[in-house]
């Protein structure tokens, strides 16, 4: 399987044949969605099979499981094959509240024969932990809302 090489901290993708997986990482929110969606779309268009692995999220909102829900319609749509790989029960939980396990159908582990899709030192000193923020991202939206009075929400 071969590394499409991209300078994205939050998208690693790796494509072999007609099988390509998207590994997620970060917070799978409005800012990320607004991020992604457009690299997703170029990956839902070329590819005949699309895993999309978000073992690594540390935060997913409806917007981030809409963007997911738009992704698994469109492949399948296509005539596409369709995997979701998650293995965290807060997002599969959040994915049987909202009615979407036959549409995203989450896997555990990833189908056989494909490796981890982080290799190991790919993001230096990126943290794994829950209150890492896409900073990078361009987007003035969250800056501005703390910036008018509003609170940051607790841990």
Known sequence: MQLIPRHDPYLVVRSTGDLTVAALRG????????????????LVRESDAL?????????????GLGLLAHCAGRTRQR???????CDQP?????IRV??????LCPEA??????????PEGLFGDLPD????????LPDPVVPRLFETGGTRPGP
């Open 27 to 42: 917070e799978l929110d409005l800012v990320l969605v607004r991020h992604l969606r457009p690299e997703l779309d170029a």
């Open 51 to 63: 895993t999309v692995d978000i073992r690594l999220l540390t935060f997913c909102d409806a917007t």
């Open 79 to 85: 005539g596409g094959r369709w995997r979701l790989v």
């Open 90 to 94: 807060w997002i599969l939980r959040l």
């Open 98 to 103: 909202t009615a979407l396990c036959d549409l």
């Open 109 to 118: 582990a990833p189908p056989e024969g494909v490796p981890d899709a982080w």
């Open 129 to 136: 932990s829950p209150s890492f923020e896409p900073t990078a």
